[in-house]
């Protein structure tokens, strides 16, 4: 009996290992195909509770799968969130069931022991699943204020430009008729002295 239990423990120890480590690969997909690492990380949690004789030990591995239904729920909608969060629900139940038969427990026993799993698992994916669709919707609102920010910076900017640019082209326009004014002016001023009176303002500025 002892022999027995030691070879199912030195079976049941790799495959948690090879369990967790696929969980942590598959979260790296999370970024780019959420909906891929999310059912991947619950593919590899219902593995390792059906192959594992042991459905604590993997109790930490929900973990994964919480946190790759938040970064879901960030990234889509609650169209897309919803269905997979169903899917998970699911499935967890369905693999506490075949577990529980498989070593043949009562069918009482499978109920009571799947619905005491389950209930805590989908609670924490319900949280983890509106957490992110909450977040997700802020993030996506911060962005649109931010992009509306930087469009209204753009058309100040231009408006400006536009502005300095008038100014200049009706300044340069307005100096052709000021040269004309000035020379009229000059001209009118001109006529109103005569040769005389020029001739004595220059001999006094020649004394002074």
Same mark, same amino acid.
């Given at each position: 009996m002892l022999s027995r239990s030691v070879l %199912? *423990?030195?079976f049941s120890l790799?495959?948690?290992?090879?369990?967790?480590a696929a969980q942590a690969a %598959? *979260?790296?997909l999370a970024t780019r195909w959420p909906v891929l690492a999310t059912l991947?990380?619950?593919a590899g949690y219902v593995i390792a509770i059906l192959v594992i004789n042991a459905p604590s030990w993997v109790a930490?591995?929900?973990l994964a799968v919480v946190a790759s239904l938040f970064l879901l729920g960030s990234r889509h909608a609650a169209r897309v969130t919803l269905p997979v969060l169903g899917v998970l629900i699911l499935a967890d139940a369905a693999a506490f069931a075949s577990w529980g038969s498989v070593y043949g427990l009562t069918l009482g026993a499978i109920f009571a022991f799947a619905l005491g799993q389950v209930v805590g698992f989908a609670a924490s994916l319900a949280a983890a699943a509106v957490l992110g669709l909450w977040w997700g919707t802020q993030t996506r609102r911060v962005e649109q204020l931010r992009a509306l920010a930087a469009a209204?910076?753009?058309v100040a900017s231009a408006n400006a430009s536009i502005g300095a640019a008038?100014?200049?082209f009706f300044a340069v326009v307005s100096v052709p008729p000021l040269v004309f004014a000035l020379?009229?002016?000059i001209g009118y001023v001109s006529e109103q002295f005569s040769a005389a009176q020029v001739a004595d303002v220059r001999a006094a500025a020649d004394r002074a």
């Open positions: %199912a *423990l030195a790799p495959l948690a290992f090879l369990a967790f %598959a *979260l790296l991947a990380t619950m930490p591995m929900q209204e910076r753009r008038e100014a200049a020379a009229g002016a």
